[in-house]
Structures are given as structure tokens and as C-alpha cells.
């Protein structure tokens, strides 16, 4: 199965955060480059979604869904930043 | 467009199935019509829940090819062998049935109308079914022209495997241009993958500054974004999806 993109969490991330976040930006915690959530690799699995820097491929974050709850660790985001209207 | 939720504001939503019909061999045209939808700009997605009789669930998105305030809303599923949704909404899924829905997501890839006095224009690229959200801003451009250049170069296997024929047919302001990889019925242009020659003879050049929307397969939008970048194109100006499958 190929990955995706960070559009594929936007659904999931819209019950967590109450907002659309395709469009905020996250920077990366390893090679610092700045980019949109929609832009950043994404693995699907039965266990959750696993977030990829699309410039140097470190881990960034891991998603999982446990009975209803949401919950998300950004071990490789040094700063997520909202879109502006 | 505000993106903010509003508390008790509804993500999930009861859709009821209107209207289902094939859309290619493979795919089908499934019509929702969702009373608590809040209506979706052009390119947006939704996800679709399915709950088993023992509580088990899966979900997947899928793009909606209808925009505007409407409360009812169109999308086109491609069965994927062995997938444990589509085979269900393609097959088994009937007028009258009733589905959980979240939506509409996805504000990065949207399409609205500009009120800038020169608009720049605006190039669509599609794979197979990635067709639909760019079908969606064809047509919401078509109802609210705001004078950019439409041009969709869409990649496909055979002829019967297009998605909205008709619809695009009658676009009178988006440019559309078809590759075929497997069987092409036009003798001039023999079937074949897309190429970078092939993307640079068939879209708008790197110096009009299109806004360039891509989706497809994994596979071919890293293929195309790449051959962008390589014309001269700004990274910046390119948004892609991609849903994974194959090329």
C-alpha cells in the first residue's frame, strides 16, 4: 500500500482540534523545513496513521483512534503554527 | 470560508442514498442527500464510516464531485479489489440506505471563485478516479466564471474507464484534455503513460503562473509534481492529494 497525504487527516484531526488543519504548518524537528500538514507523507494502517516529513522522512507524528478517543503525539514537530483566515 | 467548528455543530452526518448509478465498469455514481450538510466549496472530500453488525468500523475518503449550498451531494467510488469499503458502496449499497458521513474536509485543496481582476489561470491534472475533485472545480468554475483560464489534462486507461463523459463534454469553460495508457480510440494519439514531454505539451507553460491542482494515485502525483518542478513551475503554486493505490 502506497501512503498518502496529510489531506487523508483531515476528517481525524477535525474531531480533535474542532478545525479544518490541512493547511496549518508544522516545522520539522529534524531538518526544520516548514511545510503544510497536507503536504507531509501519511501510512494508514488498522493501528492508526503514521506522519512523515516529506523533506527528510523523520517520523513527525503518530495518530491512533482508541473506542472514539483521538489521540496525537508530535514527536517530530518542533512548532505547529494555525493557518490565518 | 471559516474553518472554525462551532460548538455542537454536527462532523458526522446521516446521509441517505438518493440515487446510484455505474459510472465506469468499475466505479459508481452514488447520490447522498445529508439534511444536516452545510454545504462544501469545489475539491473538497468527506469520509465515509461503515459499522458492522458487531461493532467493528472502517472508514475512507472519498472527493465530492458537487459543490455549493445544496444538500445533496455527489460522489464517484472506484472499487478497489480487496478493499474493505469500496467494494461495499460499488456492489451492496442501495437507494433508500443510510451512511455515516464526516464532512466536508480538506481547505487545502479547494477551489473557489477569485474576485481578483486578472485571475490566474488555472491547470487540473488527474489519474483515474483523482478525476473527481478536479470534475468538482470544472464545474463549480463553469457556474461562477470569474474569468481564469480553465485547463484540465486528465489520464486515464481506455475511454470507458472516464469518469463524468458527459459532463465534461459540455464544461464550456475548462479546456479538457485526455491521455490514454492502455487503448485510446483516436489514431493520432496512441495510448501510452503520461510523460514529462507529454504534461508540457498539454498544459499551461510555467511563464502564465497557472495555480496547478493535482490528484491521482500516489505514483502519478509524484510522478507529475516532479515533471512540474522540472518545467519551471513554483512548488508553492502546485497542491496535490494523492489516495495511495497504484500508478
Redesign the interface.
Known amino acids: 500500500m502506497n501512503h498518502v497525504d496529510g489531506n487523508a487527516l483531515a476528517g481525524p484531526l477535525l474531531e480533535l482540534f474542532g478545525v479544518d488543519m490541512t493547511t496549518a504548518t508544522g516545522r520539522c524537528s529534524g531538518c526544520h523545513d516548514v511545510d503544510l500538514l497536507a503536504r507531509a507523507s501519511v501510512y494508514i494502517s488498522q493501528m492508526g496513521a503514521v506522519i512523515h516529513c516529506h523533506s527528510c522522512g523523520i517520523v513527525q507524528g503518530v495518530l491512533v483512534e482508541i473506542e472514539g478517543a483521538m489521540s496525537l503525539r508530535l514527536p517530530g514537530v518542533a512548532l505547529v503554527t494555525s493557518a490565518a483566515e | 470560508m471559516?474553518?472554525?467548528?462551532a460548538p455542537g455543530k454536527v462532523?458526522w452526518h446521516v446521509a441517505r442514498v438518493s440515487a446510484v448509478s455505474e459510472e465506469t465498469p468499475t466505479a459508481r455514481r452514488i447520490e447522498l442527500d445529508i439534511p444536516t450538510w452545510p454545504g462544501n466549496d469545489a475539491g473538497a472530500?468527506?469520509?465515509v464510516r461503515l459499522t458492522a453488525p458487531d461493532g467493528y468500523q472502517a472508514?475512507r475518503?472519498y472527493s465530492i464531485a458537487s459543490s455549493g449550498a445544496g444538500k445533496r451531494v455527489v460522489i464517484a467510488v472506484d472499487e478497489v479489489p480487496d478493499g474493505e469499503v469500496s467494494p461495499y458502496l460499488v456492489r451492496a449499497l442501495e437507494v433508500g440506505d443510510e451512511l455515516e458521513v464526516?464532512?466536508p474536509?480538506?481547505?487545502?485543496?479547494l477551489w473557489v471563485p477569485s474576485d481578483e481582476r486578472e485571475p490566474a489561470p488555472v491547470q487540473l491534472i488527474a489519474g483515474g478516479s483523482g478525476v473527481v475533485p478536479l470534475y468538482a472545480m470544472a464545474a463549480a468554475h463553469d457556474q461562477h466564471n470569474d474569468g481564469s483560464e480553465f485547463r484540465l489534462l486528465y489520464s486515464v486507461r481506455t475511454s470507458g474507464d472516464v469518469f463524468f463523459r458527459e459532463e465534461l463534454d459540455a464544461l464550456t469553460h475548462t479546456t479538457v484534455d485526455l491521455n490514454y495508457t492502455r487503448a485510446s480510440d483516436d489514431a493520432t494519439a496512441p495510448p501510452g503513460r503520461l510523460t514529462q514531454d507529454k504534461l508540457a505539451a498539454l498544459t499551461l507553460p510555467p511563464e502564465s503562473h497557472p495555480r496547478i491542482f493535482v490528484c491521482g494515485?500516489?505514483?502519478f502525483v509524484e510522478a507529475v509534481s516532479g515533471w512540474l518542478v522540472a518545467l519551471g513551475h513554483d512548488p508553492l503554486t502546485i497542491?496535490?492529494?494523492?489516495?495511495?493505490?497504484?500508478a
Request: glycine content about 14%; proline content about 7%; cysteine-free.
Open positions: 471559516s474553518s472554525t467548528v462532523i472530500h468527506l469520509d472508514a475518503s464526516r464532512g474536509l480538506g481547505r487545502f485543496f494515485p500516489t505514483p497542491r496535490t492529494e494523492r489516495f495511495g493505490g497504484t
